[in-house]
Nanobody
Framework: QVQLVESGGESVQAGGSLRLSCAAS????????MGWFRQAPGKEREGVAA????????AYADSVKGRFTISPDNAKNTLYLQMNSLKPEDTAMYYC??????????????????WGQGTQVTVSS
């Protein structure tokens, strides 16, 4: 099975930048999508960004378009989320996820098969 390990979460000031990493192992070639989700206390889990593994195409939540970039490093089997112009509302636990099958919507977390442990991002005003 796929194993995912996130890193890079920190406490930063508003306007700052972070790069989150997701190191993947296992049957990663079977993944149709790789995505980043986030969840703040008391709020629903939210799709942030996804990448389609066969084409490299990407998708983003409206709230992060123009600020966040998802990208792969295939040689390192690692997925990145570059986060710029961070806002306090970006504060959340961020999770990397893998979806093995095509179909459904990239932002529907229930359709993903494997999850990392999460990495905390805190943005102070």
């Amino acid at each position: 099975q796929v194993q995912l390990v996130e890193s890079g979460g920190e406490s930063v000031q508003a306007g700052g930048s972070l790069r989150l990493s997701c190191a993947a192992s296992g049957y990663t070639y079977s993944s149709a999508y790789m995505g980043w989700f986030r969840q703040a206390p008391g709020k629903e889990r939210e799709g942030v960004a996804a990448i389609y593994t066969d084409t490299g195409g990407t998708a983003y939540a409206d709230s992060v378009k123009g600020r966040f970039t998802i990208s792969p490093d295939n040689a390192k089997n690692t997925l990145y989320l570059q986060m710029n112009s961070l806002k306090p509302e970006d504060t959340a636990m961020y999770y990397c996820a893998a979806k093995l099958s095509y179909g459904g919507k990239w932002y529907e977390f229930i359709g993903y098969d494997y999850w990392g442990q999460g990495t905390q991002v805190t943005v102070s005003s």
